[in-house]
């Protein structure tokens, strides 16, 4: 793969071609994520790997492992 900006670091577009829906997209998964992690009995197994993507100028997240404890 060449140098640059990777294909899924470009999923709402830029400049003209922006996705006019990317706010609500990025609040909706925002309310979903948080909704989700107030669950009683999940939680993060291991912290996400934090990296940097120097082509689109942002942070990306990997590795985010979650567990749900089944005890009652």
């Keep these: ?14 400049g003209p071609h922006k996705c006019p829906g990317m706010h609500i997209a990025l609040l909706e998964t925002d309310v979903f994520l948080s909704s989700l992690f107030a ?17 689109v100028g942002s942070y990306e997240l990997r590795h985010c492992i979650v567990e749900v404890d089944t005890a009652p």
């Design 1 to 14: 793969m060449s140098e640059g900006a990777r294909s899924p670091a470009l999923s709402f577009g830029d």
């Design 39 to 55: 669950l009683p009995g999940l939680r993060m197994a291991t912290p996400p790997t934090v990296g940097f993507i120097d082509g």
